[in-house]
């Protein structure tokens, strides 16, 4: 994935997190690292995050990809948002 697209990738996977955020009433701002368990989302949080995140990139995570490491920050996903679209 070019840089470019990666940085895409990066600021629309942080809008989803915000959106989840926000919904859960957390105000925090969410850097590309940051554990998001420490963030503030729940497990049920990180079921809704897979969900969003296949809706905002049109896309089917596979089962055996929907891990604890790569949805535990923004640049995990987005990694594994750069591998899904090859």
Do not use: Y
Request: proline share 3%; aromatic share 2%.
């Amino acid at each position: 994935m070019s840089d470019r697209s990666n940085h895409s990738a990066v600021v629309r996977v942080i809008a989803v997190v915000q959106r989840l955020l926000t919904e859960r009433s957390i105000k925090r701002l969410v850097n590309p690292e940051d554990d998001l368990r420490d963030a503030g989302l729940t497990s049920m949080d990180m079921v809704n995050l897979v969900l969003a995140v296949e809706s905002e990139f049109d896309l089917m995570i596979p089962e055996i990809s929907i891990t604890p490491a790569n949805f535990r920050s923004v640049a995990a996903i987005s990694s594994l948002v750069g591998a899904l679209r090859q």
